[in-house]
């Protein structure tokens, strides 16, 4: 199995391992930006569990078994901690190592990611499930819960002066703030997250050094595509929908919008919502990108045939054979039934 993605988030594919209770190692290459910690990470999975995440460059398991069970241990990887160390207080730690690691892994913007079935010789740690529902609730809570339009305008306040003491984050957001840009616009270039961006706004905003508006004029697609995308990546996916219906109510026929919208209902769970979305383009498109991902909204609302069909005809026989197992699995609860 192996893919982008810009098509398919490491939630989803770790998802489609659990379900299908796959054992081996899902390798992760962040194609954008490198990140500090690293651009390469390792993801050991088995019987439904994510064993540990090892990300490039990273050795923080390492120093923590060192001030745990003294110095003593003569190890260079971090995966041979969990060989070799029982400690019971390392278990709790490595949860949070294995979920911090994997919202950093969601976050990259894209890349490659692609899964080898082996033997995994490490403790079996968090169940899938849980840990995307974890990972799900920390991105939903990544910033304060504030309404602001992506498109809103910071502007400095030439009245006031810096007196409070800025945050590093304030610092950064203030010096791309011109009058012009786009609160994601500003997120962009200050290469901080949306939330990290709004939350820096919002503490400027109440120390009175800028104020927002709303932009005037014909607005920029490109711009606010870019922007939205990004605010996508993020996790925001209602917060998406209803940029984009503002978007549509402008540029009504834009496919990118449309199908934008339909890939944020389908994160949000809401796959009839998706599918009703998506139809116009799935009818008159020949993207085989577009019918693939219209049969994912077929397969949440378990409408597994219909999917089958769609995915055998685009040549997708890695899903397609996961549908089937889901099929499998349905007939033989019926049978019991």
């Known amino acids: 199995m192996k893919g982008s993605i810009g098509t398919t988030s490491i939630l989803e594919v ?24 690293g651009d390469r990470a390792k993801i050991y999975i088995k019987n439904g569990k994510v064993c540990f995440i090892s990300i490039e460059g990273t050795k923080t398991l390492l120093d923590l078994a060192r001030n745990i ?22 278990k ?46 920390a ?10 339009s992506p498109f809103s305008i910071p502007e400095i306040n030439p009245k006031r002066k ?14 791309w703030i011109d009058g012009k840009r786009s609160i994601l616009e500003i997120s962009e270039l200050s290469s901080l997250s949306f939330f990290k961006t709004v939350n820096a706004i919002k503490g400027l905003e109440r120390k009175g050094l800028i104020e927002l508006h709303e932009p005037v004029g014909s607005p920029d697609l490109e711009g606010i595509k870019r922007g939205l995308e990004d605010l996508y990546r993020e996790g ?6 209803k940029a984009v219906d503002r978007v549509l109510s402008l540029f009504p026929d834009d496919k990118d919008m449309i199908l934008l919208k339909a890939e944020s209902l389908y994160r949000l769970g809401r796959f009839d919502d998706a599918l009703r979305v998506l139809n116009p383009l799935f009818v008159e498109s020949q993207n085989p990108e577009i ?22 005809e685009i040549g997708d026989d890695v899903m397609a054979e996961i549908v089937m197992m889901l099929l499998d699995n349905l007939k033989g609860r019926k049978s019991l039934i």
């Open 291 to 312: 019918k693939r991902f219209y049969a994912y909204c077929l397969v949440g609302m378990g409408r597994f045939k219909e999917s089958l069909g769609i995915l055998r």
């Open 139 to 148: 991105l939903d809570e990544t910033s304060e819960k504030i309404e602001i």
């Open 162 to 175: 810096v007196e409070e003491k800025l945050s590093p984050d304030e610092w950064k957001v203030l010096c």
């Open 69 to 90: 069970v003294g110095s003593n241990l003569e190890l260079k990887e971090e995966e041979q901690v969990l060989k070799v160390c029982k400690d019971d207080r390392l």
């Open 14 to 37: 770790l998802q489609m391992l659990g379900i299908t209770n796959r054992e081996g190692i899902l390798y992760v290459r962040n194609g954008g930006e490198i990140l500090n910690v």
């Open 236 to 241: 925001k996916f209602s917060d998406v929908v």
């Open 92 to 137: 709790a730690l490595v949860e949070d190592i294995i979920t911090d690691r994997l919202i950093i892994i969601n976050t990259w913007k894209e890349g490659e990611y692609e899964f080898f079935d082996e033997k995994v010789d490490l403790p079996e740690i968090y169940p899938i499930s849980t840990l995307i529902l974890k990972v799900a609730s």
